[in-house]
């Protein structure tokens, strides 16, 4: 019997592709766009379209634990039971807690198919229970922007990328548009077809840049001083919006401080570009409005990354670009629904006192002699740390340490999973639980912006009713479950069932809004209701233990130069047990 049936793409991409698949006997045939989702619109990658059904159904699909036989990292295993692979996860990783502790087993996890459920929900409250090393997975990809981002305006959203049809300037920053963010580009050819000006900011002459009106080569880590030369073009042209900058703006006179020693002809030496391209994009800025910037990952590669991102988030509150549609910077949805999801996760289990690493350090730790306890149980999933992680062969030389104790769990065979001692095998998660979870979001389903709502998809998404475990010591604005932020008022429940909800603020909303900012911790704003900006070369990232969100120094220098990655793994090779 043949069917099709509604979806979502599961994959890692912020963009939640509508499908609708096609599916003979319970097996997926056919996958192709839906127009569900207004922004995707039936437009799918390539490999979703004719690589998903052999990934759900082919041959390198696990469909059974597996017990390593050969040497780590061979890829030889042998089928065994459930039974026998939990007995040997658990025989082994108590041993391992009970001679050094339980901060000796590390979840080697990262966000998988970025679903908040499948993401990181009851996986880190097991683990949050147990005692073991917290991973702190945010300076791996993203979340450096995101620190950048909260650090400056709050946890509030970015204008939808869908406003930027309405743009006259559009700066592309570091972001691939083409390839990586696919849907935004209808969006830029619509506004350029109606007059805007494109600028693409990339040491590369990525595809965007052949239709870009301006494309600014620089080299790669100067963005930061781009971004000061800009602001100081922009107040030698009188182009700051000091009205705005007086109401909303703290840290400006430091921020400029800094910025003024980096004029056009100064930044175009150290960015190796022409100084007539800097005067350029500064004239550009100032006077075609409404402008928008779309920064990507990209700019996260380097130390000095977060403060790269975060001198070009300040430009927009530096000239008052904010308050009408297509004004202002893309910057992703994610704030503008409310989630709990320590609800699920439960940080208050955490013993005190259990030490936290950087994710982007773990091939480091696991060759650390030093390091105690020692990491001799790691669990991998959602993950495949021998691909992502910078230094591959540090992190190969980690994981092949014959007295650590590796588990995997994914829906085929990986590179890191070819070093795991046991292999269990992850089902993907059901269409229609995926489908019920997507409308939640997306649709709404009588969803009320606050968060209030159906009650089955407020437990779903992790919502109880109750709230026992709430962090009293914030503000309850700084809550995002709890409702009650200024910019909720402006997420209109039929704009929610329309695929999201459209803040379609004035400047005067806009700056009402603010007021309501939860407060971030840090050196530089004391004030919630100001855009926070700081000297961006002194800006520390870091988390209320200290932790560093930056890419780490010694990571970046001992990256070796024209490493190859390791041929993929076709498939696990099986021995005959007994």
């Known amino acids: 019997m043949i069917a099709e049936r509604p979806s979502v793409c599961p994959l890692d991409c912020p963009d939640t592709c509508s499908l609708t698949v096609t599916v003979e006997d319970d097996r997926v045939v056919k996958v192709r766009g839906s127009r569900a989702n207004p922004l995707t619109a039936g437009v799918l990658c390539t490999k979703v379209q004719t690589l998903y059904p052999d990934f759900v159904h082919g041959p390198g699909r696990l469909t059974t634990p597996l017990r390593r036989v050969g040497l780590k990292g061979e890829g030889r295993f042998e089928r065994i039971t459930w039974e026998e692979a939990l007995d040997l996860i658990h025989t082994r990783v108590t041993a391992a807690v ?11 996890n990262y966000a998988g198919p970025h679903g ?9 409250r097991f683990f949050h229970r147990l005692g073991a090393t917290l991973l702190d997975r945010k300076p791996l990809c993203g979340g ?10 709050g946890t509030v959203p970015g204008i939808r990328p869908e406003q930027a049809a309405h743009s006259k300037l559009i700066i592309v920053w570091g972001n691939n548009v083409t390839w ?11 506004a350029k077809r109606s007059g805007a000006k494109i600028v693409v900011i990339d040491p590369k002459r990525i595809k965007i840049s052949e239709q870009a009106d301006l494309h600014i080569a620089l080299r790669p880590g100067t963005d930061v001083v781009l971004a000061w030369a800009v602001a100081a073009e922009l107040e030698r042209r009188g182009a700051l919006d000091h009205g705005f900058i007086e109401r909303h703006v703290q840290g400006f006179d430091e921020f400029m401080a ?6 056009p002809a100064e930044a175009a030496r ?3 570009v022409p100084e007539s391209q800097i005067q350029t994009l500064a004239e550009w800025y100032a006077t075609l409005t409404p402008a928008a910037i779309s920064v990507g990952n990209g700019l996260e590669r380097n130390q000095n990354g977060g403060s790269g991102i975060r001198a070009i988030f300040a430009l927009p509150a530096l000239a008052g670009r904010w308050g009408v549609p297509g004004a202002g910077c893309i910057n992703g949805a994610g704030f ?23 994710i982007v350090d773990v091939g480091g730790h696991l060759l650390d002699e030093a390091l105690s306890p020692p990491i001799t149980a790691v669990f ?5 740390p021998v691909i992502v992680h910078p230094d591959q062969n540090r992190m190969k030389r980690g994981l092949a340490r014959e007295d650590l104790f590796a588990v995997g769990i994914d829906v085929v065979m990986t590179d890191s999973l070819a070093y795991c001692d046991v292999v269990q095998h992850r089902d993907l998660p059901p269409a229609r639980e995926a489908l019920r979870l997507h409308r939640a979001a997306l649709h709404g389903q009588r969803r009320r912006a606050d968060g209030r709502g159906h009650g089955r998809h407020r437990r779903a998404a992790g919502r109880p009713q109750a709230e026992p475990h709430r962090d009293r010591s914030r503000p309850a604005h700084a809550d995002p479950g709890r409702g009650g932020h200024p910019l909720q008022e402006h997420q209109a429940r039929d704009a929610l069932g329309q695929g999201r909800a459209r803040l379609e603020l004035s400047r005067a909303e806009v700056r009402r809004a603010a007021a309501g900012l939860p407060a971030v911790r840090g050196p530089l704003s004391p004030r919630p209701h100001h855009a926070r900006l700081g000297q961006a070369d002194h800006l520390d990232l870091r988390r209320a233990g200290g932790e560093r969100c930056d890419a780490a120094p010694r990571d970046a220098s001992g990256r070796r130069a024209g490493a190859r990655p390791q041929e993929r793994h076709d498939g696990a090779r099986l021995e005959r047990s007994g």
């Open 98 to 108: 009970a001679a050094h502790g339980p901060q000796t087993v590390l979840p080697l």
């Open 116 to 124: 908040m459920l499948a993401y990181a929900s009851m996986d880190l």
């Open 144 to 153: 450096i922007r995101t620190e950048a981002w909260t650090g400056t305006y």
């Open 180 to 190: 990586s963010n696919l849907h935004f580009m209808p969006i830029v050819n619509q």
């Open 258 to 263: 800094r910025a003024r020693h980096y004029p």
């Open 270 to 272: 150290i960015c190796g």
């Open 336 to 358: 503008a629904f409310p989630k709990t999801p320590q609800r699920l996760q439960r940080p208050d289990l955490v013993p005190p006192g259990t030490r936290t690493l950087n």
């Open 380 to 384: 991998i999933y959602n993950h495949n």
